[in-house]
């Protein structure tokens, strides 16, 4: 068996901060007509470390989109509170970026304008706009594609779009739903070793939502998982095979000795909320 490939965590920046990211007793109610409201998460209460990647695992309905646009600020906690390094979640800011489940663009701009309209909203001067814009273009493998309309793209090349977009302007914190999911295997796998080396390097801290089990123990750091109906932490799991250190390509995890263990403990997890509702 080979050793797995590691990249050490930015050895170098400050100690990071356990409760960068605080959810604090967060219940979300959704009202509906003609009947009691549906509480979708209840009493949710993790932190999430700088420059962690957390991912949110669970089955469908389990409140993982409902609970990072509350992390986004796009939503509000029926109970409880969000708190990023200190301040209350109230609303976007610039500090976080989102990449939603479905793809959103604008259709009247190219996909290098997508790409620049959070740095311009940002203030970025021409030059670092089109550089970075490129570059990250570059990167998600649409450089030829940076003339053209989101229309004229398949959704994975949209998708793609998204995640460029929300890279380009170094959140803080990167907020990603499902991000991955419109992609064939091969580019999901590529856009996962992507998103690794970039968020790695530039010190990002990352939520990201999904509901593929190796796509959780691949990327995160540490995994939260939801059960359904409503939503609680069922359990916090850290990937021990790796050792507190990223893999850095897609055979490396299931070369670690520990991958195969957790993984089948993560699928009677899903099996368990599959069969209980
Ligand atoms: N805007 C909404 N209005 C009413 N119910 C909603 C709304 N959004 C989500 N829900 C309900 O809340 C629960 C959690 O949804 P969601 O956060 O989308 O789950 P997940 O992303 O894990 O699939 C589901 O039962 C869903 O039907
Ligand atoms: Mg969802």
């Not at 068996?1 to 979300?28: G, H, W, Y």
């Not at 949710?44 to 992390?71: A, H, N, Q, W, Y």
């Not at 939801?226 to 250190?245: M, N």
């Amino acid at each position: 068996m080979t050793p797995p490939e590691i990249v050490e965590l930015a050895p170098s920046a400050p100690l990071p901060r356990a409760d960068f990211l605080q959810i604090k007793n967060v219940c979300k109610d959704y009202r509906r007509r003609g009947a009691p409201p549906l509480r979708a998460i209840d009493n949710v209460s993790f932190d999430v470390t700088e420059r962690e990647i957390c991912v949110l695992l669970g089955p469908s309905g389990c409140g993982k989109s409902t609970l990072l646009r509350m992390m986004a600020g796009l939503d509000r906690a029926s109970e409880g509170e969000l708190l990023l390094a200190d301040q209350r979640i109230t609303g976007p800011g610039r500090e976080r970026g989102m990449v939603f489940q479905s793809y959103t663009s604008f259709p009247w701009l190219t996909v290098r304008q997508n790409v620049e309209f959070g740095l311009r909203v940002n203030g970025e001067s021409l030059a670092i706009k089109e550089g970075t814009a490129d570059y990250f273009l570059n990167r998600v493998k649409l450089g030829a594609f940076a003339d053209v309309y989101p229309e004229q793209l398949s959704g994975g090349m949209r998708q793609r779009v998204a995640l460029a977009r929300a890279l380009a302007t170094y959140p803080r914190l990167l907020l990603m739903d499902e991000p991955f999911g419109a992609l064939d295997a091969e580019t999901r796998w590529q856009m996962q070793e992507l998103l690794l080396e970039v968020v790695t390097k530039e010190a990002m801290t990352v939520v990201l939502v999904t509901h593929d089990i190796d796509e959780a123990l691949f990327l995160g750091d540490r995994i939260v998982f939801l059960s359904r109906h409503p939503g609680r932490v069922k359990e916090i799991l850290t990937p021990e095979f790796k050792a507190g250190q990223r893999l850095t390509t897609k055979e490396a995890l299931s070369d670690s000795p520990g991958y195969h263990e957790m993984s089948k403990h993560v699928i009677r997890l899903m099996r368990e909320e599959g069969e209980t509702h």
